[in-house]
């Protein structure tokens, strides 16, 4: 866990994740309003969905890190001689990412969180329904970008291929919000409350099932990788 969390560059990605949410969770909270329509009343900076969302990919750096920096100068090798067995490596790497990321979720994400729910006169229940639909949504893209960056051993890769998701979505050069919606980024937003668009928004419950398929799919692969592929 201590590889996991000193690394430079993930100490840098969790110091931009907290400086950018603690930043909208400040502005949300003083009020700052944003016109987009005229004929509209003025927005605050949480009812911008992608704004509020967009930090998560500096987050993801900690679990793409954790899985691809073990094939960067052979130190998947060195692994494998302190840990032979790799079905206990295995089971430690999937319990050591998961509770640095729980760690790093309750610091970076939390506060800020209740700082948007104390400033917009939220209840205690509501408060804690939004906590859990981001700590869901944190979780569950940090396990897919993990299972990524464990199949493709590369940092930059997975970080791309989530990035570009939202991107070519917003293109509109894919004309499918049916099939769109089920992507992770999608399932996400509406696991949140606040889908790109109302055509691709889903319901709670299917954005959640989504969002877990997209995370076991990425995980059970790389598990598989792990026990049998060759260092």
Same mark, same amino acid.
């Given at each position: ?68 920096? +073990? ?106 919000? +049916? ?18 668009? +109302?055509?691709? +928004? ?30």
């Amino acid at each position: 866990m201590t590889k996991i969390i000193t690394h430079p560059i993930v100490m840098v990605a969790l110091a931009i994740t907290m400086i950018v949410n603690f930043g909208v969770a400040i502005i949300d909270a003083i009020g700052v309003s944003f016109y987009t329509d005229f004929n509209q009343d003025p927005a605050t900076i949480s009812d911008f969905g992608v704004v509020m969302f967009a930090p998560i990919y500096a987050f993801l750096i900690l679990p793409i890190n954790a899985a691809s920096s +073990e094939y960067q100068d052979g130190q998947f090798r060195m692994t494998l001689l302190a840990i032979p067995n790799r079905q206990t490596l295995t089971i430690g790497k999937f319990i050591a990412t998961t509770i640095v990321v729980l760690s790093a979720i309750i610091v970076i994400l939390v506060p800020p969180r209740l700082i948007i729910g104390f400033s917009d006169g939220l209840s205690v229940g509501d408060i804690i329904v939004d906590l859990s639909r981001w700590i869901t949504v944190y979780l569950l893209m940090s396990l897919i970008a993990f299972g990524l960056a464990g199949l493709l051993r590369s940092t930059i890769a997975p970080l791309a291929i989530l990035i570009m998701i939202p991107i070519f979505v917003g293109t509109g050069i894919l004309q499918w919000p +049916e099939g769109l919606r089920f992507l992770p980024d999608q399932a996400s937003r509406s696991l949140l409350g606040t889908p790109a668009y +109302e055509v691709t +928004e889903l319901p709670l419950g299917i954005a959640f099932f989504t969002l877990l398929g997209w995370a076991l799919l990425c995980m059970i692969p790389y598990c598989i990788s792990l026990l049998r592929r060759d260092s």
